[in-house]
């Protein structure tokens, strides 16, 4: 039975099979059961074609209210039309291109070029720190950007084992196909004789956590100085960085912080990594900018440092501790020869015994859902009020401000243009009430580098986390079709009840991390909002009182006339 | 000799032998030596002929510059070409029309419509209270409003003696011969037997001033009340109107008011006359209006009681304490049968003896033309920066600051859709931080009622005060020009000698009183705008401390947290 639904994100086809869906399109979709998390339909221009399941929401109406309220029935999945099903190779991206670092491109000083060209998506990625370029459509206040959802994970998977029972996605670009998710549900991904890393969830109060880092540690970013080489033909921006349990500062520049950035992203399936913070082609040595940068990465690694998993990757050691250029090319190449990336990461993830009902962490997923598309919205609208403020702080403020002081300023100068009735001490006193208001306008011209930019600092951080979540709930969502399927193919006597309980049993794993994950995400949103809204506060007090001092001060100019 | 010109006023042509200029507009000066305080010459249209002197500044170039910097060259006078000289009958403002009073035309309750309708000069008047219609233009915010300089006055000369020897103005609608002033100072005006009134200037440490009203007193403006006759029919705003001296109230319309201005007028020749409040033919009883006008009749109340000469006049004295309505009748007549207006007025005025150079008065006048343009400009630029400010309250800074309170709100409303992980203290915080920003939004619109509307009343009071000055120095100008040709024909034995020093002794008490009323002015201008900067910076400050105290209660909302 065909459904009507609203897309609630934009996206956009890279398949033919795939159509192109716009956010608050009306759409319509041909079976309301998704194959593993994608929709079947048509979108408002009349283009049939698939789209993900995650970025929509079917639109209940009176005629169709006996269909259950989750956007996904779980039992309609039995229903799905066989015909769906198809084995594709697994292949790896075929978009490979050579590593353009457009920070610098002398990579040769730690590694010789050849080897860092990699496997990475840089070249199908929106940009290679995941923000999506900002479309000319953005100068419009009513189009908000919006990150584009990260759609690439590294697809570890080398092999496909031959005739699997349960059939493989659809579409071979989806992100539950590329990042191993499949695999590891399908139990694809061998268990290895010795895994040496191990990450842990545990049952909180709230539900499944990541166990905390054993020996937590935080680290600074400082000091961005601008450095040359060959001969002052090469400039790149080189920052102190030093972790607190070391206490010895290491140097690291932007292309550094970007190689992590993609070892995190092929390895962490399931985790929101942070997005670096943008490149910016032109200019970029200029003082503000750095300065941003700086901000920017001081946060990043405050998440970093914060996250239980990603804290005590091997590959973040050594980017914080290393301080010797051999050393830093063999521990490079150790962590980009880890096996235990993508699928492979799953079987490090220790998890707890306490069951759980598949549906219950199904709905539970679809309350963060909502959640994260609301605080999705809710934290761009703050961008952008917050951005305009600061252009108002810039421009129409200081303005006002500059043209009350300029008036006063004008008033004072008439005054003096008939001397014997002139008073010296009331033009004087007008005179610098101008130059106060004058002083009030840059004040606020100023201000935003105290309170607006560390908001937006931090809200862009989030913009970065939460584009992330579209594209995690896809795997789960994906992993849990998987298990309906195997379940539905046991029952029909198609599957051993052996290799459905593997199926059900590696779901849990992915179920158990997304929704360590959630909690993660939630407890350090609390502290990130309120550390956030308590400096913003803090700086406006402060703002204002400094308004205050001055127009007393000017004030006391007129006790003495 | 012709020299080059620059209109600092716009003057429009009201009779065929004037022509238009427009402020900052080149013009050539025929002769710069002016007639009457009237100069002949050719706009930059081509047009010819007459435009008053004191409306334009002359150009100083290499060629010549052996000319003296005062843009009426004294001695030149003396070269200008007889023929402008003719003799015009004086006759009496020829545009009387009907009283048009645009408040209500009920004021047959107080007397009967035809004693009322009365010699004024409404009808030529830009407006009844002084204030010029805003052109179209004064849209464009490079277009200044500005009351059109006050060119009527009472023509209250009835005869002309007949074969004076100094001609007369050539243009009978100047302010000179209008004012009655170029009467007087021919001799034109006969000294009555008695006279009851008599104003007194004495010189003070900074030259000639009024001397001080014996019974000096004030008077408050209360009580704006809407009031009902007719069974309903009319509606009429009242004021209880309280003088200091007396302490009993009477009660007054916005009519007795204009009344009362147009007696002023009349009479008070050289006195600038502070404009009442503009009418507003609709919506004149919403609450915002009625606001606005009495805090602009206060003004001027203050203004007229602070007045030396004004605060003395009878009819004001009938106005503040007459309660009776047959005493008003009488009064009111009495009042507009007072010979000693205009002309006469200049009988009513006893200066000092001591002696003063004219030249060193021409220069003082010239001194205070300057300041009284640029003051004129700054009060402007003033008028039209505060002006701005109550727009930006009342829309940009309200809207975003509103805008910033809807975004918190938003990202609170987020934060509670994932009940196991929402915080109710934090969201509750966020939530009172975006109820707090709406509010400051509110207290920006807000802000004006208590501190940029008071600046745009005095603002505009003094707009008015400095409209009139063109004026009343164009008389003094005409002034001097007679003194200057009847000097000539005395040298020339074509004047006696005595009617020359009648002429400069009458010239005398003009340069006294313009100076007397500069010296008012200024005196009152030091006290009024000490008074609105500290009233200004006082509401400025506790303003910013209320934001400051409003922030601080919601930065404690963090803190148990």
């Given at each position: 039975m065909s459904v009507k639904a609203k897309a609630i994100y934009t996206f956009l086809s890279e398949n033919k099979e795939e159509i192109n869906i716009q956010e608050n399109e009306e759409l319509v979709i041909f079976d309301e059961n998704s194959v593993d998390g994608w929709f079947q339909g048509e979108n408002s221009r009349g283009e049939r074609g698939l789209f993900p399941a995650s970025y929509v929401e079917i639109i209940r109406t009176r005629s169709n209210s006996n269909v259950t309220d989750c956007s996904i029935s779980p039992a309609g999945s039995l229903e799905k039309d066989s015909s769906y099903f198809h084995s594709y190779p697994i292949t790896p991206p075929h978009l490979q291109q050579p590593y353009d670092d457009d920070e610098d491109d002398d990579w040769d000083d730690w590694d010789d070029r050849s080897t860092v060209v990699d496997d990475s998506d840089h070249a199908r990625s929106p940009g290679a720190n995941g923000h999506a370029h900002q479309?000319?459509?953005?100068?419009?206040?009513?189009?908000?950007?919006?990150?584009k959802p990260q759609m690439e994970r590294q697809d570890s998977i080398s092999s496909s084992r031959?005739?699997?029972?349960?059939?493989?996605?659809?579409?071979?670009?989806?992100?539950?196909?590329?990042?191993?998710?499949?695999?590891?549900?399908?139990?694809?991904?061998?268990?290895?004789?010795?895994?040496?890393?191990?990450?842990?969830?545990e049952m909180g109060p709230l539900g499944p956590r990541w166990k905390d880092n054993p020996q937590p540690f935080s680290c600074s970013i400082e000091d961005p100085t601008k450095q040359t080489k060959f001969k002052g033909i090469k400039t790149y921006i080189s920052y102190r960085v030093t972790p607190s349990h070391t206490g010895r500062p290491v140097y690291r520049r932007y292309k550094h912080f970007d190689w992590l950035y993609n070892?995190?992203?092929?390895?962490?399936?399931?985790?929101?990594?942070?997005?670096?913070?943008?490149?910016?082609?032109?200019?970029?040595?200029e003082e503000d900018f750095i300065e941003k940068r700086k901000r920017r990465l001081i946060l990043w690694m405050n998440h970093m440092t914060s996250h239980p998993v990603?804290?005590?990757?091997?590959?973040?050691?050594?980017?914080?501790?290393?301080?010797?250029?051999?050393?830093?090319?063999?521990?490079?190449?150790?962590?980009e020869k880890d096996e235990m990336v993508?699928?492979?990461?799953?079987?490090?993830?220790?998890?707890?015994?306490?069951?759980?009902?598949?549906?219950?962490?199904?709905?539970?997923?679809?309350?963060?859902?909502?959640f994260a598309k609301k605080m999705d919205d809710s934290v761009m609208q703050l961008t952008h009020v917050a951005s305009e403020l600061v252009r108002k702080?810039?421009?129409?403020?200081?303005?006002?401000?500059?043209?009350?002081?300029?008036?006063?300023?004008?008033?004072?100068?008439?005054?003096?243009?008939?001397?014997?009735?002139?008073?010296?001490?009331?033009?004087?006193?007008?005179?610098?009430?101008?130059?106060?208001?004058?002083?009030?306008?840059?004040?606020?011209?100023e201000q935003p580098k105290y309170d607006l930019f560390q908001m937006l600092?931090?809200?862009?951080?989030?913009?970065?986390?939460?584009?992330?979540?579209?594209?995690?709930?896809?795997?789960?969502?994906?992993?849990?079709?998987?298990?309906?399927?195997?379940?539905?193919?046991?029952?029909?006597?198609?599957?051993?009840q052996d290799e459905a309980d593997g199926i059900r049993k590696r779901c849990r794993t992915v179920g158990f991390a997304l929704q360590a994950e959630m909690s993660h995400f939630h407890q350090q949103r609390e502290v990130d909002f309120k550390d956030m809204m308590q400096a913003y506060l803090k700086e406006q007090i402060a703002f204002y009182q400094r308004v205050v001092q001055q127009l007393e001060r000017t004030l006391r100019m007129y006790d003495c006339l």
């Open positions: 479309s000319p459509l953005s100068n419009n206040p009513n189009v908000h950007y919006r990150p031959k005739g699997s029972m349960v059939g493989r996605n659809l579409n071979r670009f989806s992100s539950f196909v590329r990042s191993g998710v499949e695999a590891f549900i399908l139990g694809d991904v061998p268990m290895m004789a010795k895994i040496a890393e191990s990450y842990t969830i070892r995190l992203l092929h390895k962490f399936t399931v985790i929101s990594v942070p997005h670096l913070p943008e490149k910016q082609a032109t200019g970029r040595f990603l804290s005590q990757y091997e590959g973040f050691e050594h980017f914080l501790m290393c301080a010797d250029d051999k050393q830093w090319k063999l521990g490079k190449r150790r962590a993508g699928a492979h990461f799953m079987l490090t993830l220790q998890i707890p015994n306490e069951h759980q009902d598949l549906q219950d962490v199904e709905e539970r997923v679809d309350s963060f859902k909502s702080h810039l421009g129409g403020f200081r303005k006002e401000f500059q043209r009350l002081g300029n008036a006063f300023q004008s008033i004072s100068q008439a005054f003096m243009l008939d001397p014997p009735h002139s008073s010296d001490a009331l033009n004087n006193a007008i005179s610098h009430t101008g130059r106060t208001y004058e002083n009030i306008g840059e004040m606020f011209a600092d931090k809200l862009s951080l989030y913009q970065g986390l939460l584009a992330n979540f579209p594209d995690i709930i896809h795997l789960q969502k994906g992993a849990f079709a998987k298990v309906k399927e195997s379940q539905r193919m046991s029952d029909e006597g198609k599957m051993d």
